[in-house]
């Protein structure tokens, strides 16, 4: 049984893209369990102890390193207090509860010392920076989102890569103009756009990765030269 935890927590810590978070360390921290999904977290430091009052056939614990993982295995449990001592000797208070009827857990929960400074909150457009510099920071995931499709002969999408930046999922991708002639992007979403144009390709009326809200879109360039690419950023959140 603790082989398969094991299984299931590393394939949890690389695929968790979709309900991943950061806290802060101060108070209680509340964390929401699926039936049967591992949940992780992931401590500022290596984790001592794990104090609990559910046996494992109810709730099942483990910790490697700085990590404590989570597996929810009764459906009636209430929401209960576990107790996570780091070799500093802080605690942590960690409250597990069932995620609500119809709602996803928690994936993977970062817990850190302080709050970030407001300069550091994630948005869609400091997500669109960050995937902008050229190092940015974590690898590329496994691609699980669809890629948008453009329906539209003149340009093709290639070299897709998907990133977790935060609560937010990304692909950031290549637009290659397969046309003789210069084309211009309109990367607008979610507003009204121009289509009468022969040369402007509206992204407005691609068909976008289901169960996702996009909240940013940008490209390196909008104009493409004949033959020509750009780069194209596409921030994405869990509707």
Not at 7 to 31: H, K, W, Y
Not at 73 to 79: E, K
Not at 145 to 157: A, G, I, K, T
Not at 209 to 225: E, S, Y
């Amino acid at each position: 049984m603790r082989a398969l935890f094991v299984l299931l927590l590393v394939f949890s810590m690389a695929a968790a893209a979709d309900a991943a978070r950061t806290v802060t360390s101060e108070g209680v921290i509340p964390v929401k369990l699926e039936i049967g999904q591992p949940t992780v977290m992931v401590f500022p430091e290596e984790v001592s102890t794990v104090t609990t009052a559910m046996p494992e056939a109810r709730l099942m614990i483990s910790k490697d390193n700085v990590t404590v993982g989570f597996v929810l295995l009764d459906p009636t449990m209430a929401p209960n207090r576990q107790v996570v001592v780091g070799l500093s000797g802080k605690p942590y208070l960690v409250l597990t509860e069932q995620a609500a009827p119809g709602k996803r857990g928690d994936d993977l929960v970062y817990v850190t010392h302080k709050a970030p400074a407001q300069r550091d909150v994630l948005t869609p457009v400091s997500v669109i920076r960050e995937l902008r510099t050229p190092q940015r920071s974590g690898a590329p995931q496994p691609l699980t989102l669809l890629l948008p499709n453009p329906s539209d002969p003149r340009v093709r999408l290639v070299r897709p890569q998907q990133y977790a930046v935060g609560q937010y999922q990304a692909l950031v991708m290549t637009i290659e103009n397969t046309q003789p002639v210069a084309l211009e992007l309109d990367d607008r979403v979610g507003e009204p756009v121009e289509t009468s144009r022969a040369d402007l390709v509206p992204l407005q009326g691609w068909i976008w990765a289901p169960g996702r809200r996009v909240k940013a879109v940008a490209v390196d360039h909008t104009v493409l030269p004949p033959q020509g690419s750009t780069t194209l950023y596409v921030v994405f959140e869990e509707k």
